[in-house]
């Protein structure tokens, strides 16, 4: 990225940057905060800001949800502070005159990161990881849809008749993608603008689908490019007249979104790889192998982390490359997790689970942790599944829905240990008023399957 705070200082006194958007990581890994004036963000607020501490614990509709201890009304909602990690700052070249920083969630009168704060959950695990002599690398592939229609349209006729950007299939298809290189040639450059190395976009497994790619990092690395590029692909849409949803499964018979995650661990200084090994099988080490056990192991209390909403778990169709089974399999795409890349450089383990709605720092804060224990445990990996895994009897299964996601996560002692009571309190509660919302809501399917025939 290579844009430092001297950098912005001498941007700002010669006039080419105005704004600078301070940005928290919310629980639905989305960018909250407030928009600086420049001069003032480089005299002093580059040092702290603040914001109240009800962001942590909202949905997706900001609403003020009751039930957690770590803020309430009774307690009065009261402030964080907001420390710029100054590493990622960065010019916006989709806006002008606008550069970007993240930060940390620090508690007002402790000044000590907060726990259930995404990106302090993630640190956690690489600093496991770190004590551990290793280093995380990750890579998240981002699916998401299309419309030629505003955000305000598709609000206004209730999200229906919405205009996909193509009318048919358009996996891997130039002729279609060159229509809707207005949005998708902007994406790609704005990102790699903002400092994000893309590798590309393509069109993905039904109509209007997208997909964009981006270079490997270290974990916390690429999460910070993963919610910087869901908000900048939203922005440079809208920008164009156009809207994009992350939504894991927006229409029954489209394809669901994911978000793909590969892992590889190195050495802490990231030059050895520590998954290969080229007399294992496959060219896997016997680390990659206890990491991978771990990862099936607790395959089910991770999944929420990579699966929270109701809409997520719509997602999980056989026969729709979304996987169903919570196994490994040498490249094959009907697993839920599935070894690929070859050699000490490309061998990974990626996986499938994730929707496109996830938060990456929970989701590879689940998976690292869940990939320690395997290796603490010196657990042994099963043998690889061959075959259809949607048509495999009596093999593990990925939650099916939310509220078993959620007891498997409440019931975990391994994230217990590894984030902390507190955390999985938070988030067990995230995860229950989620349900409590959708239970008590009437779906336009029960009206209209029963308004006569009941």
Avoid at 26 to 49: I, N, P, Y
Avoid at 200 to 220: C, H, I, M, P, S
Avoid at 387 to 397: L, V
């Amino acid at each position: 990225m290579n844009y430092t705070f001297e950098d912005l200082k001498k941007d700002v006194a010669e006039g080419r940057i105005d704004t600078v958007l301070a940005c928290q990581i919310d629980m639905q890994g989305r960018l909250l905060g407030k928009r600086f004036h420049a001069q003032f963000f480089v005299d002093s607020a580059w040092e702290e800001t603040h914001s109240c501490n009800y962001l942590l614990a909202t949905d997706l509709e900001m609403e003020t949800v009751p039930g957690y201890k770590s803020t309430s009304w009774e307690t009065g909602y009261g402030d964080y502070t907001m420390k710029p990690d100054l590493s990622t700052l960065r010019r916006i070249p989709w806006l002008e005159g606008t550069a970007l920083v993240l930060c940390d969630l620090l508690d007002h009168h402790t000044q000590k990161e907060v726990p259930h704060s995404p990106r302090a959950i993630l640190k956690k695990q690489v600093a496991r990881l770190e004590a551990m002599g290793l280093k995380a690398f990750m890579a998240t592939e981002l699916e998401f849809f299309l419309f030629d229609q505003t955000y305000d349209d598709a609000r206004e006729s209730g999200y229906r008749n919405l205009r996909l950007a193509s009318g048919y299939n358009e996996d891997y298809h130039i002729f279609q993608t060159t229509k809707e290189e207005d949005v998708m040639r902007a994406i790609r450059n704005g990102l790699q603008g903002a400092g994000i190395p893309v590798e590309n976009t393509k069109g993905e497994a039904w109509a209007g689908q997208e997909e964009v790619n981006v270079r490997y990092a270290d974990a916390l690395t690429m999460a910070d490019r993963h919610v910087i590029i869901k908000n900048g692909c939203k922005e440079i849409a809208w920008s164009k007249g156009k809207a994009i949803t992350f939504l894991a499964k927006w229409n029954q018979q489209a394809a669901g979104s994911s978000s793909h995650i590969h892992q590889s661990l190195w050495s802490a200084d990231g030059k050895t790889p520590k998954f290969f090994d080229k007399d294992g099988q496959y060219g896997m080490s016997e680390l990659m192998r206890h990491y991978v056990a771990g990862l099936l192991a607790h395959a089910g209390e991770i999944t929420y982390f990579l699966a929270p909403y109701i809409n997520s778990y719509k997602r999980f169709v056989a026969g729709t490359f979304a996987p169903t089974k919570a196994i490994w399999s040498k490249d094959n795409r009907t697993a839920g997790y599935r070894l690929c890349g070859e050699g000490s450089k490309g061998i990974r383990i990626e996986c499938r689970v994730g929707g496109s709605d996830l938060n990456p720092y929970l989701a590879m804060a689940a998976l690292i942790a869940a990939g320690i224990a395997g290796i603490e445990g010196k657990m042994e990996l099963e043998a690889p599944f061959v075959g259809d895994a949607y048509a495999g009897k009596n093999i593990r299964e990925i939650p099916r829905t939310l509220r078993d996601a959620a007891a498997a996560l409440n019931g975990s002692k391994m994230l217990l240990d590894a984030f902390g009571e507190d955390v999985i309190e938070h988030y067990t509660r995230a995860a229950d008023w989620e349900q409590e919302e959708y239970d008590r809501k009437i779906t336009d399917w029960e009206v209209a399957r029963g308004f006569e025939r009941a």
